[in-house]
């Protein structure tokens, strides 16, 4: 069981980045999907969540508006579509899953459910 995040990068203010996470090893047909985010010194934030039984989606009032979340179902991963990033979007970006909906996940500790290596997102002139 393999969660591999994609996709950062360095990208101007007003910029885009679409980060993905592609599972392996399991189906995500009974899986919701998770997007965080943690900055140097801050504590880790809930991004983003896709509800795989349904198709409902959060997002954290900071990102919403810019931020889409998606899922391909033929190649078993998630995406987060991020258009018009600010500075403070900057962080590395984490995606992690679990059996179950956002609701569980988006409360989930690192030692829980499956997690991805993370990717940085940078976004500065």
């Known amino acids: 069981v393999q969660l591999q995040a994609s996709g950062g990068g360095l990208v101007p203010p007003g910029g885009s980045l679409r980060l993905s996470c592609a599972a392996f090893?399991?189906?995500?047909?009974?899986?919701?999907m998770g997007w965080f985010r943690q900055a140097p010194g801050k504590e880790r934030e809930e991004v983003s969540c896709y509800n795989n039984y349904d198709g409902s989606t959060y997002y954290t009032d900071s990102v919403k508006g810019r931020f889409t979340v998606s899922r391909d179902n033929a190649k078993n991963t998630v995406y987060l579509q991020m258009n018009s990033l600010k500075p403070e979007d900057t962080a590395v970006y984490y995606c992690a899953t679990d059996y179950g909906a956002c609701a569980h996940i988006l409360r989930m500790s690192r030692r829980e459910g499956y997690w991805g290596q993370g990717t940085q997102v940078t976004v500065s002139s």
């Open positions: 090893g399991f189906s995500l047909d009974y899986y919701g």
